[in-house]
């Protein structure tokens, strides 16, 4: 982790800026791909398995048969962890519903709007490195809220030609309505355009591999919407005297082993915080599986010294982070002063993996600074916010002169009401 003391503010702008890579040289392979999935449909999608995930498949689609036999292999600990994780998410996401609500604007001019869920949707879950049947959740149980008729996943096959049990289990939870063996850009592809067994969808959500944000990227040129720009995963932590050195490092290498691209920093305003942090990094990263990765990603991290709280939120607001905890002992004073996070974890208490897995709050977020202009994923994430106006005769007249003057103001010539 690199560190720096007291920096100029003229500096942060540097500071704040993620490690990236050109990821436009990725662009001329993945429409080749793209290319190839539209015009051999699953036989593409067959070849790619084969290429890419090594495994000869006979069928893209998940059976009954094994969605079943996958349930008997998740373990009953799990399968209770997985619908707590369910209710908490489900309960949360259920609160964000807005009711519709009728306005006349003047008399005999009434509108108002209503929130229709999108008909079909694409659920990316990696499973590569990590089967990430959080992520699942995250996504699967606002659409069934939202009330999204189609949810077809995608999600790549290990080399047996299996998909992870819980990713199984926790597809059937949410009833979710087609699943398919295809990942990297080529499942963004089948989704996007639609094959023989995968309809095109209306909007793709999840995260994945740098070839897959930039599929996700391309298709949304084509008119297919996602999610969210999406990129390495990050947390900044804010961490004063009275902060647990040992909290602070799990929370940073909770994010630092997703993978050897993410991101953490750390902020405070004592190098005796920064020193203690540091030690415990070294000592939990020894007994991390994923030490790899984690390592890599501290190396591309920041601890950084400031002169005071102020300068911390300062700094925070600057970065933008996907997640952001305060683990100082007043943070209710500084909640207000919070304009630019994708998620927000307060106090000693309150570790960024609550919110990753079972709390409620959605993990799907803006990251690489986009959390300046972007949410989290959420309920409103699967609808359209329409809206509606009903005019009667008398509200016409009422509201007729201020349309006629308007249009003509702009060169426009409108038909009077007899």
Known sequence: MLKILNPAKDTWAELVKRPTKNLEELEPGI???FDLVKEQGDDALLQLAEKFDGVQLQSLLVTEQEIAAAELKVPQELKEAILQAYSNIQLFHTQQAEPVKQVETMLGVTCWRKSIPIEKVGLYIPGGTAPLFSTLLMLGVPARIAGCKELVLCTPPSKDGNIHPAILYTASLL???????????????AMAFGTESVPAVYKIFGPGNQYVTVAKQLVSKAGVAIDLPAGPSEVLVMADETANPAFVAADLLSQAEHGADSQVVLLT??????QKVEQELQAQLEVLPRKEFAAKALSNSLGVVLQS??????????YAPEHLILSVSNF??????ITNAGSVF???????AAGDYASGTNHTLPTNG????YSGVS????????????????GLQNIGKTIETMAEAEGLKLTKMP
């Open 370 to 373: 986009y959390a300046r202009a």
């Open 309 to 318: 709280l102020d300068e911390m939120l300062d700094f925070s607001n600057l």
């Open 332 to 337: 209710e004073e500084f909640l207000d002063g």
């Open 379 to 394: 309920l409103d994430s699967f609808v359209k916010k329409v809206t509606f106006q009903y005019i009667t005769r008398e």
């Open 269 to 274: 305003t004592s190098e005796n915080v920064l």
């Open 346 to 352: 307060l106090g000693h208490f309150t570790p960024e």
């Open 31 to 33: 429409q080749a791909t």
């Open 175 to 189: 009833g979710v309505t087609r699943i398919i063996k295809a990942g990297g850009a080529q499942a963004i592809a």
